[in-house]
């Protein structure tokens, strides 16, 4: 995945990249808690995903819609999270330069929760979990803000950075689409929300007072959007909302870990 590194290397000299660090170390911070706590460092079971915080229809559309962040963070074993990681290290690094960090921010976890829903919407008896949906938001984010030109004035851009970044979701989206257990309505949720953050962003060059207008607008829309959505899935899922599980779920045989990625 060249796009993001493509980025980076174009548009900057001494980088500093603390939000996408912080990111990757949260995300492998829960995985090494989850080995110590018994889960298996390859393939740690639904049940275990679930017990720290997975997504997981019972229980999310009952009301425990933290899960719809947590699972950003929760993967199934070390080389789930070690595609995952390396995707959002070189996204992460070039959206830190190019967006900003709020910016980054909220098109991550604004994607991320989104992908949530989408994924625990379409295949609510799954336990899904990853931070597939937020790098698929980082990287329509990206290319939405890039082609609409709002990127600082003084960064040169890699002419090729459009191309690699739909080469990217174009050729994951064909791997999530032909590998059983992957939940690609999460990758594609995530992916259509990130694009219309970036979007919807403030360009770089806007002044300070009508940035922050801008962005304040766009963390308005991006709260009444994922409210609804969540409403909706639990609308729409309303057999599903009224089954309560015990708190040690028991998944049936035919049920299968689905990664975000």
């Given at each position: 995945m060249d796009a993001g590194r493509a980025a980076v290397q174009e548009t900057s000299k001494s980088p500093s990249f603390p939000v996408t660090i912080g990111l990757i170390a949260a995300n492998t911070l829960v995985l090494a808690i989850m080995v110590l706590r018994g889960a298996s460092l390859f393939l740690p079971t639904p049940q275990q995903a679930i017990a720290f915080g997975a997504d997981f229809g019972p229980l999310t559309l009952n009301g425990q819609w933290?899960?719809?962040?947590?699972?950003?963070?929760?993967?199934?074993?070390?080389?789930?999270?070690?595609?995952?990681?390396?995707?959002?290290?070189?996204?992460?690094?070039?959206?830190?330069?190019?967006?900003?960090?709020?910016?980054?921010?909220?098109?991550?976890?604004?994607?991320?929760?989104?992908?949530?829903?989408?994924?625990?919407?379409?295949?609510?008896?799954?336990?899904g979990a990853g931070a597939s949906g937020a790098i698929f938001g980082m990287a329509g984010a990206l290319f939405t803000f890039v082609y609409r030109k709002k990127t600082p004035?003084?960064?040169?851009?890699?002419?090729?950075?459009?191309?690699?970044?739909?080469?990217?979701?174009?050729?994951?989206?064909?791997?999530?689409a032909s590998i059983p257990g992957i939940s690609n309505a999460a990758h594609v949720g995530g992916l259509v929300m990130g694009a219309v953050v970036g979007a919807l962003l403030p360009a770089a060059s806007a002044s300070e007072s009508a940035r922050r207008t801008r962005l304040s607008l766009v963390v308005a829309f991006c709260a009444a959007s994922l409210f609804a959505s969540a409403v909706a899935a639990k609308h729409l899922r309303s057999s599903v909302a009224k089954f309560r599980p015990q708190l040690r779920v028991t998944l049936a045989d035919t049920d299968r870990p689905t990664a975000k990625t």
């Open positions: 933290w899960r719809l962040v947590t699972s950003m963070f929760v993967h199934f074993g070390i080389i789930h999270i070690g595609l995952n990681m390396w995707c959002l290290w070189n996204l992460g690094r070039a959206a830190e330069i190019l967006m900003g960090r709020f910016s980054y921010l909220l098109a991550y976890f604004a994607s991320g929760i989104f992908g949530s829903i989408a994924g625990v919407y379409w295949q609510p008896m799954a336990a004035a003084h960064l040169q851009i890699n002419k090729k950075m459009l191309s690699s970044l739909g080469t990217f979701i174009f050729y994951n989206l064909v791997i999530g």
